[in-house]
């Protein structure tokens, strides 16, 4: 059975780092993609790896910041987020769409369980 298992959560002050890890054994032809919910907002995509080519997307408020990566050998995607603002604050869910070279949340199969995020002072 697939299973996306998110980890690397927890309490940074703004400016700082964290590196979060999913890993997704059997995803191999699927997009991979971390979402983020925030209190009281939608679930919104940050970052997305593609299933067919190499290539990566980013919401725009994290360009530059953030990047994905995927670890075949590993069978893990991370996101390693720097320079965080109080407003990266949220749930981050790891997902996988089948086949696709996108991750939008209509296409999506898998959802993790979610691992929280706190950028606080």
């Known amino acids: 059975q697939r299973q996306l298992v998110e980890s690397g959560g927890g309490l940074v002050q703004p400016g700082g780092s964290l590196r979060l890890s999913c890993v997704a054994s059997?995803?191999?032809?699927?997009?991979l993609g971390w979402f983020r919910q925030a209190p009281g907002k939608e679930r919104e995509g940050v970052a997305c790896?593609?299933?067919?080519?190499?290539?990566?997307d980013y919401k725009e408020p994290v360009k530059g910041r953030f990047t994905i990566s995927r670890d075949h050998a590993e069978n893990t995607v991370h996101l390693q987020m720097n320079s965080l603002k109080p407003e990266d604050s949220g749930i981050y869910y790891c997902?996988?769409?089948?086949?696709?070279?996108?991750?939008?949340?209509?296409?999506?199969?898998?959802w993790g369980d979610g691992t929280p995020v706190t950028v606080s002072s």
């Open positions: 059997g995803f191999e032809n699927y997009a």
């Open positions: 997902a996988a769409a089948y086949g696709l070279n996108r991750c939008r949340t209509g296409d999506i199969q898998y």
């Open positions: 790896i593609h299933a067919t080519v190499s290539a990566t």
